[in-house]
């Protein structure tokens, strides 16, 4: 299901009651996976999505190793900033984006190309390997953007061919779907309720994609990706993956 991403989308104003009213489950972190998988179709998903969730695991002790997808190159095409250079940029954020939510930089960068749907599937299926008792996190497969389903399909035949526990995380859905989207599997969500130093540490580790975030240059197609009210919808107290 690929939907076009337009306009400003559902705001946090209609997804805060909506979610206080859903009352979802807390996601269990017992028993703690012995090693966690994130897979990032672009750079800044990860945290997006479950940074705070990365932040709690890594200072419990597990191991966090990252898979990047793509290197986000396509993000600005006609920019200031060409994609090569946009693609080490982007890698440099992830790096000190790591650093603020406290886990090691242990990131696989694929280094295949951004906005190739059609030829991510394969080589994130080669790429990943997930022991039992482990946790693999990766994009929803109804998330919306070519990319991120994709990969999410990806992760969905690697769990059940490893054996790991999938926790799957949505980005755009929170831009097109509404409350109440029946497409939206609510009753498989969880919420991850996030301490103050995880919230703050989170919004620090957004804060290093400044190609996303912040105008490359002067032009229109240097406008950040990343608005405000956008942003919105990654700065809760929470975070809301699907089992």
């Not at 979610?19 to 972190?29: G, I, R, T, V, Y």
């Not at 886990?103 to 295949?112: A, Q, S």
């Not at 980005?171 to 996030?194: C, D, F, K, M, Y």
Request: net charge negative; proline share 11%; aromatic share 6%.
């Amino acid at each position: 299901m690929v939907t076009a991403i337009q306009g400003q989308g559902t705001t946090e104003q209609q997804w805060l009651p909506f979610l206080e009213a859903l009352d979802l489950p807390e996601l269990s972190l017992d028993p703690l996976p012995t090693r966690v998988t994130v897979v990032a179709p672009h750079p800044d998903d990860e945290v997006l999505g479950c940074g705070g969730l990365i932040s709690m695991l890594g200072a419990l002790g597990v191991p966090v190793d990252l898979v990047a997808v793509t290197d986000g190159e396509a993000s600005n095409p006609g920019g200031s900033v060409t994609p090569a250079d946009l693609a080490v940029l982007r890698r440099q954020e992830t790096g000190a984006a790591l650093a603020q939510l406290c886990v090691p930089d242990r990131v696989c960068y694929l280094g295949l190309p951004d906005g190739a749907a059609g030829r991510l599937q394969t080589p994130v299926l080669e790429a990943l390997r997930c022991p039992r008792d482990s946790w693999l996190i990766g994009p929803w497969s109804g998330d919306g953007h070519p990319d991120h389903e994709a990969v999410g399909r990806a992760c969905e035949v690697v769990a059940e061919r490893d054996g790991a526990r999938l926790l799957s995380y949505p980005i755009w859905a929170w831009h097109w779907a509404a409350p109440h989207t029946e497409q939206v599997p609510w009753a498989r969500a969880r919420r991850i309720s996030l301490p103050l130093p995880t919230q703050a540490a989170k919004a620090r580790a957004v804060g290093c994609f400044t190609s996303q975030i912040a105008p490359l240059g002067p032009l229109p197609a240097d406008s950040p990706v990343l608005p405000p009210w956008v942003l919105d919808r990654f700065t809760r107290p929470s975070e809301v993956v699907l089992t």
